[in-house]
T-cell receptor, first 111, second 112 residues
Framework: NAGVTQTPKFQVLKTGQSMTLQCAQD?????MYWYRQDPGMGLRLIYY???????DKGEVPNGYNVSRLNKREFSLRLESAAPSQTSVYFC??????????FGEGSWLTVV | LAKTTQPISMDSYEGQEVNITCSHN???????ITWYQQFPSQGPRFIIQ???TKVTNEVASLFIPADRKSSTLSLPRVSLSDTAVYYC?????????????FGSGTRLQVQP
């Protein structure tokens, strides 16, 4: 089982460039999430989607946009990347309120 | 959202039992307590979940006192491979947002 799959795994961007992180899950979960984790820190929720067609802001949504393309896919877009967005990004999915399954992470560096 | 407090780090030796305590003084009646484990360069993974008293699975035990204002994750006979960050989460099973607050976690270092 693939679980939660994220792409790309590594990316280097220049300040001001845009990019989209892709995420897909094959567990038929309604809820999907995007977190960021800075070095030595815990995870902070960027956006989440409780079900297909809905998205909501988390703790740190500024500078990001999301799209819940369908039940399987939830993408995160950086419109104009900034060095402060250098981080590891994790996508996750769950049955609402239940065990959260995480992807392997996407390492993003903005120079 | 129920705020959680955990020790920043802990050290142990192989074969010892490790207990990590999480404080959650403002836990709500419907909140469950969930622990996750994160290895370097990986996403967190579920360890155990409970509501009250004691829960045990093949990996760990979770002890929750009657007032539920704290909980203790117990790892029996740790090995080097248990070196990881452990997160305590408090939230409601039927509410997406309240289950999603990760603190900084407890960094467990197991020595040979």
């Amino acid at each position: 089982n693939a679980g939660v799959t994220q792409t790309p795994k590594f990316q280097v961007l220049k300040t001001g460039q845009s990019m989209t992180l892709q995420c897909a899950q094959d567990m038929n979960h309604n809820s999907m999430y995007w977190y960021r984790q800075d070095p030595g820190m815990g995870l902070r929720l960027i956006y989440y989607s409780a079900s297909e067609g809905t998205t909501d802001k988390g703790e740190v949504p500024n500078g990001y946009n999301v799209s819940r393309l369908n039940k399987r896919e939830f993408s995160l877009r950086l419109e104009s990347a900034a060095p402060s967005q250098t981080s590891v990004y994790f996508c996750a999915s769950s049955v609402p309120g239940n065990t959260i399954y995480f992807g392997e992470g996407s390492w993003l560096t903005v120079v | 959202l129920a705020k959680t407090t955990q020790p920043i780090s802990m050290d142990s030796y192989e074969g010892q039992e490790v207990n990590i305590t999480c404080s959650h003084n403002n836990i709500a009646t419907n909140d469950y307590i969930t622990w996750y484990q994160q290895f370097p360069s990986q996403g967190p993974r579920f360890i155990i979940q409970g509501y009250k008293t004691k829960v045990t699975n093949e990996v760990a035990s979770l002890f929750i006192p009657a007032d539920r204002k704290s909980s203790t994750l117990s790892l029996p006979r740790v090995s080097l491979s248990d070196t990881a960050v452990y997160y305590c989460l408090v939230g409601v099973l039927d509410t997406v947002r309240r289950a999603l607050t990760f603190g900084s976690g407890t960094r467990l270092q197991v020595q040979p």
